[in-house]
């Protein structure tokens, strides 16, 4: 309602965050986009299937970790990834790959033919200085320009938050971004839909 272009979650494996009746909801309430953020198992695509999510982004998991670490491992998990696309593709389900900006791992994408791929930007937003910031910025400019000359759409996420985002939304190659704890954060001092309208601003901008 406060203009976001689409909603994401993620179900875990142990189920920390959303349980499947949330998923169930949201998708009959989303009007956008339902991105179900998930790992490559069976049990996850089983439920992707059933609930009909508008896409999925394939995301790698561990159960000690807070929040998701680093990217998916596409060069060498590719089997395995290529039958998840497979498999919900048959339901008309697009397919999104969360990978570090490395060039192997976005050619692993391409050659699944994978519909987007989600550049991780965790160390960018982790930089201590700034020297080590515009390195890791360059890498996912130069990891958008590989996805897009490869023909997949390009999204951008993990640690952006209303300090860092103009610079990396600035990169024409980029899509879309996905943007959780920064948004739902700044909401406690002033509401969602101000929050949302704040850095659907500085995107913009």
């Not at 986009?33 to 069976?42: P, S």
């Not at 996850?44 to 299937?49: D, H, K, L, Q």
């Not at 390195?135 to 023909?151: D, S």
């Not at 971004?177 to 601003?201: C, E, P, Q, Y």
Request: no cysteine; aromatic share 2%; charged share 30%.
């Amino acid at each position: 309602m406060a203009g976001a272009s689409g909603i994401i979650v993620h179900l875990r494996e142990d189920r920390r965050h959303i349980k499947d009746r949330d998923v169930a909801i949201l998708r009959s309430v989303v009007k956008s986009r339902l991105n179900l953020e998930m790992a490559a198992t069976d049990e996850m695509v089983g439920i992707a299937r059933h609930v009909l999510p508008d896409m999925i982004t394939l995301v790698p998991e561990k159960r000690e970790e807070l929040t998701t670490e680093g990217g998916l491992d596409v060069v060498g998990l590719s089997g395995r990834i290529g039958k998840v696309i497979q498999s919900v593709r048959e339901k008309g389900i697009k397919v999104s790959l969360f990978i570090d900006p490395e060039e192997d791992q976005i050619l692993a994408a391409g050659a699944l033919n994978a519909d987007m791929i989600e550049i991780h930007t965790g160390a960018y937003s982790d930089a201590i200085t700034p020297e080590i910031r515009e390195e890791e910025f360059r890498k996912v400019a130069r990891a958008a320009v590989k996805g897009k000359e490869l023909g997949m759409g390009v999204n951008g996420g993990h640690g952006l938050n209303y300090h860092n985002v103009k610079e990396i939304a600035s990169i024409p190659e980029i899509d879309e971004l996905s943007i959780g704890h920064a948004i739902i954060a700044r909401a406690v001092f002033g509401g969602l839909d101000r929050a949302i309208r704040d850095m659907i601003t500085l995107i913009r901008g």
